[in-house]
């Protein structure tokens, strides 16, 4: 299958400060990438999705100016986490399709906000 | 918003048991698809199944569209399909290519 890669898997920040989460699609063009949110024990919960070189759009619920997402070339996207605070800590995960085909998820990534 | 329901919640198996998982969906799909998701929390691609039925290995998966359910069989059990196994449903017309997930089956297998 494809890879999508997603780094870093883990980070620990500082209430206040900003955290940057890349998604890479290694072999395919990603028409479209995805970023969800993850509980625990809980479901994923769509974020936004992207496509490339347009703008975000957001889940109603999820607030676009503290969740920055870029989708700059059909292999990367990235999540800013702005300001982040102690309730923002989750996993994070991504995903990427070429076209409709099937999607691919990246590995996650695990902030915690101290 | 398409509901997606997935039954059991959790599930505890002898190993080298069978299995059968559910996911009800509210809505016309485009496209299903059933992943496991690993301890470390990574996401296994299983089947890509918007309709009929797909087999890989002890793994197989049927898609009744009309009637808006899917399941997932497990056949002969091992310890490593412990998990989280979620169904993920693209709604009919949603135009973005949104995959919307289910409520997940924890399955246990114990040696």
């Known amino acids: 299958g494809a890879v999508v890669s997603q780094h870093p898997s883990r980070v620990i920040c500082k209430s206040g400060t900003s955290v940057k989460i890349e998604c890479r699609s290694l072999d395919f063009q990603a028409t479209t990438m995805f970023w969800y949110r993850q509980f625990p024990k809980q479901s994923l919960m769509l974020m936004a999705t992207s496509n490339e070189g347009s703008k975000a759009t957001y889940e109603q619920g999820v607030e676009k100016d503290k969740f920055l997402i870029n989708h700059a070339s059909l292999t990367l996207s990235t999540l800013t986490v702005t300001s982040a605070h102690p309730e923002d800590s989750s996993f994070y995960i991504c995903s990427a399709r070429e076209g409709e085909t099937e999607a691919f998820f990246g590995q996650g990534t695990r902030l915690t906000v101290v | 918003g398409i509901q997606v329901e997935q039954s059991p919640p959790d599930l505890i198996l002898q190993e080298g048991a069978n299995s059968t998982l559910r996911c009800n969906f509210s809505?016309?799909?485009?496209?299903l698809q059933w992943f496991h998701q690993n301890p470390w929390g990574q996401l296994i691609n299983l089947f890509y199944i918007p309709s009929g039925t797909k087999q890989n290995g002890r793994l197989s998966a049927t898609t009744v569209a009309t009637e808006r359910y899917s399941l997932l069989y497990i056949s002969s059990s091992q310890t490593t399909d412990s998990g989280v196994y979620f169904c993920a449903v693209e709604p009919f017309g949603a135009g973005a290519n949104n995959l919307f997930f289910g409520t997940g089956t924890r399955l246990t297998v114990i040696p």
């Open positions: 809505d016309s799909v485009n496209n």
